[in-house]
């Protein structure tokens, strides 16, 4: 399951209020956000609300604590009505699944997940406890060689539809179409092994 995803796109802004039509401002102070090519569960890192209007970006913690104590980063979606939900958008450039060691490799193979023609593009997510989690789906076409669920992605253009929910939810918490995501062997690197 997704437990790692990047944000290295910069300029943000005028691109978020392009596509969600409405004014960005940030919860709090101003962050400083600098790229990332790295974003692990447990750190902070921006999210969107739909608040009175505007597009509130807050830096939130990724992922609450079940009543175990294990950090609950990904939520199953379909068994779930979100209506009354902290609905949030999570901003990516890309997000990696992995999988078993390639021959003769210790670490298992990491793969990234893009998605072309929209540089950045959301993550459906939700807010419990003060911190979000992703919402995850059965998997699409794109993702179901590499992993048995996958996580909620919406092209730029489709944000407000899960922060508003502006369609039913089964609509928007589903596996993008085949050819949506496109995806390269990040570790060990193609030129290693092929």
Known sequence: MCNLYS???GDLFSLWQKVLR???VWEGQASNF????????????????????????SMTPWAWRAPSGKPVFNY???????GRSDRV????????????PLPGQKRKT???????????????GIVKQGCWTMLTTAPGPDIAPYHDRQIVVLPAD??????????PQAEIL????AGTLAVARDFPPPDLFG
């Open 89 to 100: 958008l999570i901003p990516a450039d890309g997000f990696y699944e992995f999988t078993d």
């Open 22 to 24: 409405l004014p960005v």
């Open 34 to 57: 600098e790229p990332r090519p790295e974003i692990r569960m447990t750190e902070i890192a921006p999210i969107l609300r739909h608040v009175e209007g505007r597009a509130v970006v």
């Open 174 to 177: 589903r596996a993008a179409p």
């Open 110 to 124: 990491r793969w990234k997940f893009t998605m072309p023609g929209n540089p950045v593009f959301w993550i459906a």
């Open 158 to 167: 489709q944000g407000r539809d899960w922060l508003d929910l502006t369609r």
């Open 7 to 9: 944000l290295e796109t």
């Open 76 to 82: 199953v979606s379909e068994r779930h009505d979100f």
